[in-house]
């Protein structure tokens, strides 16, 4: 079966501080996607990045990067110089790979609440 | 805006009751996607529909039940409602159905049962 750890819980960081969101995967597939959306405080799910498992190249995005390596399946997202509108629950998320054609569904991990301050 | 459509945004129901959470997809998409989230599960899949016919299955109660219309919107309908059902509940659309994917996700309902 598949699974997404993340196991901060909580992060709290003071505005323009780096921050990074841990994410690790397990999957028995050899190809697979991953995925991080962010819930904003309004509640939405929110699409940041996808990912699939033949390109380890980091991309970076503005103030959002992501590493993804997949020796240690890890696919960490980190936000340089934090701010206040960045507060908001991320979750990363493993594409089902066992299922073929147009059938699919994602698992995700239990979220990082990232708290942002003055 | 993911231009997926939820509604109704809340609602608040009495147990044993019966409820039905409406779902437009993004235009062009064929797959409609329900999750729910809960304080105790976190996000969990629970039904998948590729134009109009069922494609994959998560943890869904048999008190639950969902479809995807001619038109591409879908219903989700949980009947018999317990206290645990109180939740947000989550429609994602994409163009196909498959793995590579991205999952594009409306506002989500609110449902809490009294």
């Known amino acids: 079966a598949q699974k997404v750890t993340q196991a901060q819980t909580e992060i709290s960081v003071v505005e323009k501080e780096d921050v990074t969101l841990d994410c690790v995967y397990e999957t028995r597939d050899t190809t697979y996607y991953l995925f991080w959306y962010k819930q904003p405080p309004s509640g939405e799910l929110v699409f940041l990045i996808r990912r699939n498992s033949f390109d380890e190249q980091n991309e970076i995005s503005g103030r959002y990067s992501w590493n993804f390596q997949k020796s240690t399946s890890s696919f960490n997202f980190t936000i340089t110089a934090s701010q206040v509108v960045d507060s908001a629950v991320y979750f990363c998320a493993l594409s089902e790979a066992s299922l073929a054609g147009t059938a699919s569904k994602l698992t995700f991990g239990t979220g990082t609440r990232l708290q942002v301050t003055l | 805006d993911s231009g997926v459509t939820q509604t109704p945004k809340h609602l608040i129901t009495a147990t044993g009751q019966r409820v039905t959470l409406r779902c437009s997809p993004r235009?062009?998409?064929?797959?409609v996607y329900w999750y729910q989230q809960s304080l105790d599960q976190g996000l969990q899949f629970l039904i998948q529909y590729y134009n109009g016919e069922e494609r994959a299955k998560g943890n869904i109660l048999e008190r639950f039940s969902a479809q995807q219309f001619p038109d591409l919107h879908s219903e989700l309908n949980l009947s018999s409602l317990e206290l645990g059902d109180s939740a947000l509940y989550f429609c994602?659309?994409?163009?196909?159905?498959?793995?590579?994917?991205?999952?594009?996700f409306g506002p989500g309902t609110r449902l809490t049962v009294l």
């Open positions: 235009s062009g998409d064929l797959s």
């Open positions: 994602a659309s994409s163009v196909g159905g498959g793995r590579v994917d991205t999952q594009y």
